[in-house]
């Protein structure tokens, strides 16, 4: 996957400091960071447009920030923190960890329950900090631009009764207020042994104290939670204002109503939380509840690792797994009932599909078609299968069940074709679409990888023009048609590009050099021909220049 770079641009920081590495080569939209997610995530429409924005604008405004140097007074740089409210198993951290991975930054989670407030037992939440570092490798000018995400938030809000210091509620909060805006973190942990051996070493070889520190300004913090709760704070209010609003409201059923949707400040300090702490959270978006059309669009996503992750435990065993559509929606309906999410689609599948997997390896079977009837009656559909497990009708349902699949994952495809093939400068024929099938088939690719994966095959044949031009004085390029049979047969072969081009094009060399040498010739486009019969194509090719006619 193509990501940006960490580049080792130099520039001034604030106040004439030494130069540090910039975040260089950051040349994303938010719309493009949109699109991404689009692929993998269903609904959520408003929350993703939320942080692709707001994730884009703080990348961007530090690149900028730091290309500028001493010339720029940044004392009032303020974050774009993001708060996550929503259920369970709707995306939250889905959503941040592809962004993350789209970024090409470093990326930390922890649970915010985990911590207490500095000094006392339990996490200390600099630890997510010193993590970056190591998900960087080390290089702490890189950890500097991570992405750190806290789960659980609504965990420690204030209980609102309690005598005393709430170490693990307001605490944290407390102990986050720093982090969140900017503080140096101490690499060298004060309890751990090993670093202060380390520190001890250290000042014994030099007589100086060894100090390792990172600085969170512009660390990204993005927390969420689901809070239980909240919905009746901002209705008690909402209600309180009354009139325009409820006007609305009473037109409605009130059931549909995500009352989260209208969230303020003052509803989340009445929920628990200090006023300092959510105001380094300037951002906050809200998920919906999944519904069932949304759940069966993720079974039906061929990126949803829902799915794929499922046919990849099957694969292992040899067996080849497809899904019919009234199986999957059935799948969904039973999702939704468990109130849980996409987690919920796990579960239901995991409960029709285990006495599958335990029974199947068994049977030395080649494929599992997935019926409505197989969800509905597990057990009952295992012991008509291990009847008669070669019963022709499988095989005949198994391959309509491909159809299907197939005609799902082209429609997925085609509505987002722009998207998913802007900027690559190669066109996307019918014939590629299916290549990329193929590949999703064959690797278990997620049809993003699928895609990328086509993508570097197609870049690779042609550096391999440019290579084979640079070796013999010959420009070639190969029609559209030939590129399409070239990419088949080294899915097919699983053979590397180089070499199958190699063997394509040592055929032809020779007869290339005698149009050369006759006609001066030195473009040649290469047909689809010449790939599936070289040397009736080498033949015709020397015949036809001899006879006094040009390639």
Not at 12 to 30: C, E, K, M, V
Not at 129 to 156: M, P, S
Not at 170 to 198: C, F, M, N
Not at 426 to 452: C, G, N, S, V
Request: hydrophobic fraction near 40%; charged fraction near 30%.
């Amino acid at each position: 996957m193509v990501v940006p770079r960490f580049g080792t641009q130099q520039t001034r920081s604030r106040g004439g400091a030494p130069p540090q590495q910039a975040l260089i080569n950051f040349d994303l939209t938010p719309e493009d960071l949109e699109s991404y997610l689009d692929e993998y995530v269903i609904g959520q429409r408003e929350a993703k447009a939320v942080l692709s924005t707001k994730i884009c604008t703080h990348f961007r405004r530090v690149r900028y920030m730091l290309e500028r140097g001493g010339r720029f007074q940044d004392a009032g740089f303020v974050k774009n923190n993001v708060i996550m409210i929503g259920p369970t198993g709707v995306g939250k951290t889905y959503m941040v960890k592809l962004l993350a991975q789209k970024l090409g930054v470093p990326f930390v989670k922890g649970d915010a329950t985990k911590f207490s407030e500095t000094g006392y037992v339990g996490g200390d939440v600099e630890d997510l900090i010193r993590d970056l570092v190591h998900e960087a490798d080390g290089d702490i000018e890189r950890a500097q631009f991570g992405i750190v995400y806290l789960d659980e938030i609504d965990k420690i809000a204030s209980s609102g009764n309690l005598i005393g210091p709430d170490v693990s509620r307001t605490g944290v909060q407390r102990a986050l207020l720093k982090p969140l805006e900017e503080t140096e973190v101490d690499l060298r942990v004060p309890h751990d042994p090993i670093s202060q051996l380390e520190a001890l070493e250290h000042y014994r070889r030099t007589g100086q104290k060894k100090r390792r520190t990172i600085n969170t300004r512009y660390v990204l913090f993005v927390v969420s939670g689901a809070f239980s709760g909240l919905e009746e704070i901002i209705k008690k209010r909402l209600h309180k204002q009354g009139l325009g609003f409820m006007a609305e409201v009473s037109s409605k059923n009130e059931a549909d109503v995500n009352y989260l949707r209208f969230v303020k400040t003052e509803d989340l300090i009445e929920y628990g939380f200090e006023s300092e702490f959510v105001g380094r959270l300037p951002v906050i978006t809200v998920f919906d509840p999944l519904t069932v059309d949304e759940l069966y669009e993720i079974l039906c996503n061929p990126n949803s690792s829902v799915i794929v992750n499922k046919k990849r435990d099957f694969r292992a065993y040899g067996i080849n797994l497809v899904f019919e559509d009234e199986a999957l929606k059935l799948l969904a309906i039973q999702a939704e009932k468990e109130k849980t999410g996409a987690r919920a689609l796990v579960r239901v599948i995991e409960r029709a599909l285990i006495p599958f997997e335990k029974r199947l390896p068994s049977l030395r079977v080649r494929f599992l078609v997935v019926t409505k009837e197989l969800i509905e009656d597990p057990q009952g559909m295992l012991a008509t299968f291990e009847a008669n497990p070669h019963d022709p009708s499988w095989e005949a349902r198994y391959q309509k069940a491909l159809e299907e699949e197939t005609k799902r994952i082209k429609k997925f495809i085609k509505e987002r074709q722009k998207k998913l093939w802007r900027g690559k400068g190669i066109k996307l024929t019918p014939e590629r679409m299916e290549l990329a099938i193929a590949l999703h088939r064959r690797d278990d690719f997620d049809l993003h990888q699928a895609l990328e994966e086509l993508f570097i095959l197609m870049r690779q044949v042609k550096n391999y023009e440019r290579s084979f031009e640079r070796r013999t004085g010959f420009k070639v390029a190969f029609s559209d048609e030939a590129m399409d049979l070239i990419l088949k047969h080294i899915i097919e072969m699983d053979q590397g590009v180089y070499a199958y081009c190699d063997r394509i094009l040592n055929l032809l060399e020779y007869g290339l050099r005698l149009v050369n040498e006759r006609t001066g010739q030195t473009l040649f486009t290469i047909p689809k021909e010449a790939i599936e019969q070289p040397d009736q194509y080498l033949n015709s090719l020397i015949r036809h220049t001899y006879s006094g006619k040009k390639s």
